[in-house]
């Protein structure tokens, strides 16, 4: 019985529990710590992870996009930010809740929200179709897409990060005093 | 062995993560964070349903990049949001942000 459950384990399963794992972990660690730099270093190897996620099935695009984007830009942002609003005490900067339902409350909530969901997940039949061929270049389909049929929301994307980044400048500079 | 559901399961226990993260911490900014980890919770599934559902058309893979880019414009106003409440009340603390309450 071991045997053939050994037998049945790919490399690739071992990779993917091992990546798996890693990213379960920083995601709590991000969420436990109490100093909140700690947590950003959770938080950017958590992403790391989740990158790794991405290229085990096939979408090494999103997995550059994923390293680029949330762990080089989000995170520098989200650092910078924290270095401006830092408070005197560093070590309890990210702080519980102080109302103990609160914490109640919430194990109870994302544990039942994710009990739920897993169980919904265990018992669906889910119809999987035919795995795509590794030789199509996923980056090439993707263009395709996004310059062909949809590159009004490709646009229309472009546009929102353009408002955003006016709006928090806009935002973060403030009101002028004399005027 | 490892196959389409394993995704999803990963999937659900980072949104799990996420939303424990959003209820029971006060900083700002750490509510941004668990709001992000979420996010990626999704694009997980977008990444996993466009290769074992959808068979690689790559529709997915796309629907995930418009996450980012909206989670990335996200973050970017709300740390501006963040700021300038900061600057309001001198701390970073959800608990003191209740200026809209009277």
């Known amino acids: ?179 | 062995m490892i196959g389409f559901q394993h995704y999803l399961l990963l999937a659900a226990l980072l949104f799990g993560i996420g939303l424990l993260g959003i209820v029971f911490k006060r900083n700002a900014v750490a509510l941004l964070m668990s709001v992000e980890l979420i996010l990626n919770a999704v694009n997980i599934n977008l990444v996993a349903i466009n290769k074992y559902v959808l068979g690689g058309s790559g529709l997915g893979q796309l629907f995930a990049l418009f996450v980012i880019v909206v989670a990335a414009a996200e973050v970017a106003v709300g740390l501006a949001l963040i700021i300038n409440i900061y600057r309001l009340k001198k701390s970073s603390d959800v608990d003191d942000f209740n200026i809209l309450k009277w």
């Open chain 1, 1 to 179: 019985m071991m045997r053939e459950i050994l037998a049945s384990v790919s490399i690739f399963d071992i990779v993917f529990v091992a990546i798996a794992g890693f990213t379960l972990l920083c995601a709590l660690a991000m969420i436990l710590f109490n100093n909140i730099v700690h947590s950003m270093v959770a938080m950017i190897f958590c992403f790391l992870g989740i990158a790794g996620v991405y290229f085990t099935m096939d979408a090494g695009f999103i997995g550059m996009v994923q390293i680029m984007v949330y762990a080089g830009a989000i995170s520098v942002i989200l650092i910078f930010a924290f270095m401006v609003l830092m408070s005197r005490d560093p070590a309890r900067s990210n702080r519980y809740s102080p109302r103990k339902g609160s914490i109640l409350a919430g194990f109870f909530a994302s544990g039942i929200i994710a009990a739920m969901l897993g169980y919904a997940i265990i018992a669906t039949e889910f119809p999987v179709s035919g795995l795509p061929d590794a030789e199509v270049n996923q980056m090439e389909v993707i263009a395709d897409l996004m310059l062909g049929s949809y590159v009004i929301p490709f646009e229309a994307a472009a546009i929102l990060l353009l408002v955003a980044v006016i709006g928090a400048i806009l935002l973060a500079k403030g009101v002028e005093k004399d005027r």
